[in-house]
């Protein structure tokens, strides 16, 4: 079943398309959310890296001042130099220390005069910076030292580690921010720790200062990009939860309409999957072919031939019926049109109609067209009725009927015996066939009673005046029961079963 079935099947992807739908405009504005959070924390660390630089090097701007000014002092006795030495440490607001040196020999400092310590250049940083947890004078408090050196002359100011941790800390607030100096770095806490600087978990950025030989780091701690996704975002992730919602709501509308049976009819038609199938109907008496009934089927790409029971109820329900058949019309005019000039006698066509069919005048310029296309008395369109649904006598349905009349379209009750329409029925709608259903057709030397309707029917119709056709005849014993019964007309598997239009036009030339 190319209608039903199918959608059944597919009612899991169905949900889970839907859901996808919904879920990937999240997902993806998610994405891009998060995205644009670890560039805006990236650029606030760069920011702040920067601004770290620029106040350690105004930190460090004075205290190699303080270093410039005593290096021509270097070489004096210390008793000489010991006032200008601690004149630049109360003078500058960084300096906490100053001390000369002759020939990497430390000989006199700020705080205790005469002094003796070896100094090592090795231990600075391109020569000029020290970092060091802490001196005898403070154990574990960072300092940063600063040397000057010229021939034998040297000068090392210090610059107290409590200045640049709060530097670390005060600009910092929620970045972490790391100082290193050569093999060792400082942390906000103060502390000195040795090796490379640590890669922070978030934002991580790493910039040199171009005047001084020390790096800073900056960065988030881990889950910092969340923080700020949760603390920034509220509103995007409303409008985000909102698309999403708007998205798996059209997902799921495209699915149903691309599923929905009158969506697939609609397309099937657009790719004239719709196509004729003719049975002959032929005479009672000589069994020569009179007409045909056209049957539409669904060349399916799929599923193959699909029989009209499986899908004319759904053309029915969507209106799509009355496009179909118009379809089906042109198509039989195409194909028998141009063999119409070879009929004897007017060839009877027969097409099936339903009632939604007689809401408005449409059929009538459709059958007009549908005439127009055969040379003019070739041929007889008659219009199946199913008994079945009865068409209601309305303004509208009378006033098709009799233009229909006029036009010289005849009119034919389908499947008779199986529904009831009324002797006053079949007066208003001048109708000029009946067609036997084939049940009363299969009971033929079976059943006394079903041959008794047969009987009453035959006999009704000759005195209404009316044609009738016999449906389903498979057997030479119904067909003679027919004939000898005065059945005018017989259709069925005996004498053909329904064909393609190349088949039917084929055979039609052996007749
Ligand atoms: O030949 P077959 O098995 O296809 O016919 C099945 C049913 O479908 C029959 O009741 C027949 O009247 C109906 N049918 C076939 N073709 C059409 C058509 O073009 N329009 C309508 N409304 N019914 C059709
Ligand atoms: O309802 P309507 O008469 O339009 O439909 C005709 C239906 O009867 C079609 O489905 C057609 O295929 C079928 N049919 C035609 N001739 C025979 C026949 O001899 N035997 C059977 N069983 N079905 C037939
Ligand atoms: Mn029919």
Redesign the pocket.
């Known amino acids: 079943m190319p209608l039903t079935v199918k959608t059944r099947r597919k009612r899991g992807t169905r949900i889970v398309v839907t859901v996808l739908s919904g879920l990937l405009p999240i997902l993806l504005g998610f994405f891009i959310l998060y995205w644009q959070a670890e560039r805006a924390l990236s650029q606030s660390t760069q920011l702040t890296a920067e601004e770290a630089i620029r106040q350690f090097e105004l930190m460090l701007d004075n205290t190699a001042q303080a270093a410039r000014e005593l290096l021509p002092l270097a070489g004096q006795s210390c008793n000489n130099v010991k006032l200008a030495l601690r004149e630049q440490v109360t003078r500058r607001p960084f300096v906490r220390s100053t001390n000369l040196v002759w020939a990497d020999n430390l000989y006199c400092s700020s705080l205790f005069g005469d002094y003796q310590e070896k100094v090592n250049a090795g231990d600075y940083t391109q020569g000029k910076l020290w970092l060091m947890n802490g001196n005898p004078v403070t154990p574990n408090t960072a300092l940063l030292v600063y040397r000057l050196s010229e021939g034998q002359q040297g000068a090392l100011t210090t610059l107290d580690g409590y200045h640049l941790s709060n530097v670390l800390r005060l600009i910092g607030r929620k970045t972490v921010l790391l100082l290193q100096v050569g093999p060792d770095w400082l942390s906000a806490d103060g502390k000195v720790h040795e090796g490379a600087l640590p890669t922070l978990p978030v934002a991580d950025s790493k910039m040199m200062s171009s005047r001084y030989a020390f790096t800073v780091a900056a960065g988030f701690p881990e889950g910092e990009t969340w923080r700020y996704m949760s603390s920034e975002y509220p509103p995007l992730f409303s409008l985000l939860i909102f698309f999403g919602a708007v998205s798996g709501l059209i997902g799921h509308v495209l699915q149903k309409r691309s599923s929905s049976p009158s969506h697939e009819l609609q397309r099937a038609l657009e790719a004239a999957e719709f196509v004729p199938y003719f049975?002959p109907v032929v005479h009672g008496t000589n069994k020569k072919w009179s007409g045909t009934?056209v049957?539409m089927r669904w060349n399916h790409p799929k599923e193959g031939l699909v029989r009209p029971d499986l899908f004319i109820p759904f053309a029915e329900h969507s209106g799509l019926i009355v496009p179909m058949t118009r379809s089906l019309m042109q198509q039989t005019a195409q194909l028998l049109a141009p063999v119409s000039n070879s009929f004897e006698e007017p060839f009877h066509i027969g097409i099936?109609i339903t009632a939604s069919h007689c809401k408005d005048l449409e059929l009538v310029k459709d059958c007009r067209e549908f005439l127009g296309a055969f040379a003019p008395g070739s041929i007889h369109l008659v219009l199946?009725l199913?008994e079945r649904e009865l068409i209601e006598p309305t303004a509208i349905t009378l006033q098709l009927f009799e233009q229909l009349h006029a036009l010289g379209v005849m009119i034919a009750i389908?499947?008779f015996g199986t529904g009831h329409s009324s002797l006053g029925y079949l007066r208003q709608f001048n109708v000029d066939f009946l067609?036997i259903d084939?049940s009363f057709v299969a009971m033929i030397g079976a059943d006394a009673l079903s041959r008794h309707i047969l009987d009453s029917i035959i006999e009704l119709s000759a005195k209404l005046d009316l044609g009738i056709v016999a449906?389903?005849?498979?057997t030479e014993e119904q067909s003679a029961y027919l004939t000898a019964h005065g059945v005018n007309f017989l259709?069925?598997?005996?004498f053909g079963r329904?064909m393609p239009g190349a088949d039917f036009i084929d055979a039609l030339s052996h007749h």
Do not use: A, H, I, S
């Not at 449906?471 to 498979?474: L, M, N």
């Not at 259709?491 to 005996?494: A, I, P, R, T, V």
């Open positions: 049975q009934e049957l099936n199946e199913t389908d499947d067609k084939q449906e389903g005849v498979e259709q069925g598997y005996l329904p």
